[in-house]
DNA sequence: ATTTTCTGGTGATTTAAATCACCAGATTCC
DNA sequence: GGAATCTGGTGATTTAAATCACCAGAAAAT
């Protein structure tokens, strides 16, 4: 059971300021359910259509492709206030990625044809939301691309920089994927992925037991992750 | 010199519709300006400001990223009804990549702040681009995700299938880019990329000589591509 | 006009990382 | 409650592709 205590979990949603009137969030809101699902709940999957706008409200979504040799690419780790799945609903029919609920999570489902009369209607609305998505994107891809030459130190570092830095805020954390999920991020294999966390232990750059995980040393993990 | 002949060269700025009144049309029409690029010129570089929505009106475009040991990577050869660094203006205010001309190009470059105000006002417009960017945000990201765990003889088929399929739309066509060019699109080297292309031309698969190409097997080329 | 740089190309060598083959403990399934 | 699967982990082997070292012809620069 989720308990929202944030008040503000709907700030990206219903953004601050006067983007959207009293009446449009209250007819987003009452077109909208709240959806629950438990850690390994598919939300839903790569190929099939698409129908409602996700809004995740609490909890950590994993935003994959399926590869062809059953391997996958983990794109993103959606944390709260992501609309998740966006620009498959509006940039095609299909949505072209699974996404599975590591944690816990609540999902705020919008009709898309209100939310779309909305957007129409509303053109502020929609260059918020063309600029989240903007802004998605570049980092999406800026992820991706400056892993894709780097070799395994770098990828690795680039994977604890982030949680660390987008995900938990903090040196200190636990991963909430399994060994096989984080090298479906980095983009290696499981084993790669263990043998160059264990380097890391090693050397002291990193403190590390199962899933926890401490920098030890910011800068050497920084520069890795630049060196590539 | 580029001879303006097709008449539908705004299309994509200016969809088909009541999308865009008359009045916006002649608004942005008025505010934008032509500028003309030679083959190797740069249209924006990397890390600089934004200033200007730029719509590639004829000729070809490479967007691609720096990376740290002086490797780039190609994100995407730019067609004419392309958003030329829209993610960056909406998303960011630098640019995160860099744009240079393959061929000689004319781009139509709007001031943002009329764009803007016209977005603002005109929900159906933003929907509209908003759905432009998603989709090509798709775009993007599928081939460099299916890309990054290929060989590669999947790497190589994958661009053969990109200029085939999506820039010149024949199953004959000449390479706009250097092989060094062509490696860092497809995320290899100069050296991999040629070798590779020597052996599809030694099985018959493709015809080359220089920048030229003919898929013999389309079938076998897809494949490939499939397979990784 | 002639250096200098870029381009396409090939061969030999090196190297990083995937793959294969395990194992023990924890989960999950029937 | 036992079988089957998943997980984290390590070592040995294989392999794909990067790197290095060239070369000749084209293109650019001085």
Redesign the pocket.
């Known amino acids: 059971m989720i308990i929202k205590t944030n008040p503000d979990i709907y700030d990206k949603l219903f953004p601050k300021g006067d983007i959207l009137t009293n009446e449009e969030i209250s007819q987003l809101k009452s077109s909208g359910k709240t959806i629950n699902f438990n850690k390994?709940d598919v939300v839903f999957r790569q190929g099939t259509l698409t129908s409602h706008v996700m809004y995740l409200e609490t909890g950590l979504i994993k935003l994959f492709k399926n590869g062809r040799?059953n391997?996958s690419f983990i794109l993103k780790i959606a944390t709260p206030g992501y609309f998740i799945g966006f620009v498959s609903i509006f940039g095609d029919d299909t949505f072209q990625y699974t996404a599975t609920a590591i944690e816990d999570s609540s999902v705020f489902f919008i009709d898309i044809n209100t939310f779309n009369s909305v957007l129409e209607k509303n053109g502020k609305y929609s260059v918020y939301l063309l600029k989240k998505v903007c802004k998605d994107n570049l980092n999406i891809v800026d992820r991706i691309t400056s892993q894709y030459?780097?070799?395994?130190?770098?990828?690795i570092a680039d994977i604890i920089l982030y949680f660390s830095e987008k995900i938990y805020h903090s040196n200190t954390f636990e991963?909430p994927?399994?060994?096989?999920?984080?090298?479906e991020l980095a983009?290696?294999?499981?084993?790669?992925?263990?043998?160059?966390?264990?380097e890391f232990k090693n050397d002291k750059i990193i403190v590390?037991?199962?899933?926890l995980l401490e920098i030890k040393s910011l800068e050497i993990v920084k520069t890795l992750s630049r060196i590539g």
């Open positions: 390994k040799n391997r030459h780097k070799q395994l130190p770098g990828k991963f994927l399994t060994r096989n999920e984080l090298a983009g290696t294999t499981k084993e790669s992925f263990i043998r160059t966390l264990t590390s037991d199962g899933k």
